[in-house]
């Protein structure tokens, strides 16, 4: 069987899968990462929304052999570790808030929020209201304005933080 390389919430991990396997059964099944959620298995719903060197995509539609052993993916149980902390900012937003009603989604969606923050800052501004109307991620209990509070609020708590750098090889990110 194929071994397959990259770093995982900052360390090093390999998976013995063909090289078809979807990312998302990777880490679910193979790796132990329950975070990132089904859906849709296409990257519609985006419940599994992770970040591929700093950047949001949807693990259930890149194939693992598209990964090389220096592509780095953070999921929601690796996001405090990108500010060093026990949470990230926008985890506490979303506690603060009291946003999730059934919280299936509610991984995907912070993780798109971050990478939503991000990247405004990366272009030099702040968020603003078509930001937060470009994140399609679903939510069936509909706490979408909860949703959009907490998001500004993690916004303003995450202030200077710079994004990661940005790589890849071609995988569809945001």
Not at 30 to 47: E, I, N, R
Not at 77 to 99: R, S, Y
Not at 105 to 113: D, Y
């Amino acid at each position: 069987m194929p071994q397959h390389t990259f770093i995982l919430n900052g360390k090093a991990v390999t998976a013995d899968v063909e090289g078809d396997v979807r990312l998302l059964w990777v880490l679910r099944d193979v790796l132990g990462v329950t975070g990132p959620k089904y859906g849709c298995g296409v990257g519609v719903c985006q419940a599994c929304t992770s970040h591929l060197n700093g950047r949001a995509f949807t693990p259930c539609a890149v194939p693992v052999g598209d990964l090389a052993p220096t592509d780095e993916v953070t999921t929601i149980e690796g996001l405090p570790d990108t500010v060093g902390a026990a949470l990230h900012p926008m985890q506490e937003a979303w506690l603060d808030l009291d946003v999730a009603q059934c919280g299936y989604c509610q991984p995907g969606q912070i993780m798109t929020a971050v990478a939503v923050v991000r990247r405004a800052r990366e272009a030099g501004r702040e968020l603003g209201e078509a930001d937060l109307d470009a994140i399609r991620n679903i939510c069936r209990c509909g706490t979408y304005h909860r949703i959009r509070q907490a998001v500004l609020e993690g916004a303003r708590r995450m202030g200077g933080e710079a994004a990661p750098p940005s790589g890849g090889r071609g995988i569809p990110v945001e």
